[in-house]
């Protein structure tokens, strides 16, 4: 998609939100820290989703959907996305 990472960013996945939690504040952290989660933790399953936010000021929200799981191919660089709705 051509980001470079530059705006926050979130998952949402089952109701705990993961992201780059605020340490400036004294409130007790709402963010999860997303580095601690594993891909397969977070999609364990065909059909398994979770919310994509990037760039809050922006409202970017995908919806990612698990639809299938594939063999490892040799010599393939992973992850990879394979397919996608609505691309420009």
Known sequence: MGWQDYHLHEFEI???RYGVPNTD???PAEVARDST??????????GASLLYSYAFGDNWVHSVVLEDIVPIEPDTKYPRVVDGARAW
Do not use: E, T
Request: net charge positive; aromatic share 0%; proline share 6%.
């Open 37 to 46: 989660v594993k891909l397969s933790r977070a999609l364990p399953r065909k």
């Open 25 to 27: 504040s004294d409130l």
């Open 14 to 16: 089952g109701g705990q």
